[in-house]
């Protein structure tokens, strides 16, 4: 019965955490950590924009970094290849008007060939 209760306070424990980690950002999006990096996620129909920065919210230039956006959009998921822009945006377009708060995660290549990701709720 002990072990029980420490498993199951131990559970919402981590999901408190996980939850934690999504801010609100600069650009009007939520932040997330995706690794080493924070990612800043903007939907605005059916443009998707991905922020860069490094943990101490400064940006980083995104000149060499690919990513796929994978978002629920009506119950089923949404691929969206995100390519640099200018400063420390990764862009894309998805087939279909997202929402403001798509769920979903964002997936990141840096140039170096080391992948992260950040999850939104």
Known sequence: MILLRVTLVAG???A???????????????VADA??????????????DVFLSDEGQKPVPAAGYKGTA???VGGKPARVTLEPADGNRLT????????????????????????????FN
Do not use: M, N, Y
């Open 70 to 72: 994978i978002l629920v």
């Open 12 to 14: 919402l424990l981590a």
């Open 92 to 119: 894309g377009k998805a087939a279909t008007a997202l929402g403001a708060s798509p769920k979903g995660a964002v997936q990141l290549t840096s140039p170096d060939g080391a992948t992260a990701s950040g999850k």
């Open 16 to 30: 408190t955490t996980v939850c934690a980690h999504e801010t609100s950002g600069q650009h009007g999006g939520r």
């Open 35 to 48: 690794g080493k990096f924070h990612v800043e996620l903007v939907a605005k129909g059916d443009t998707v």
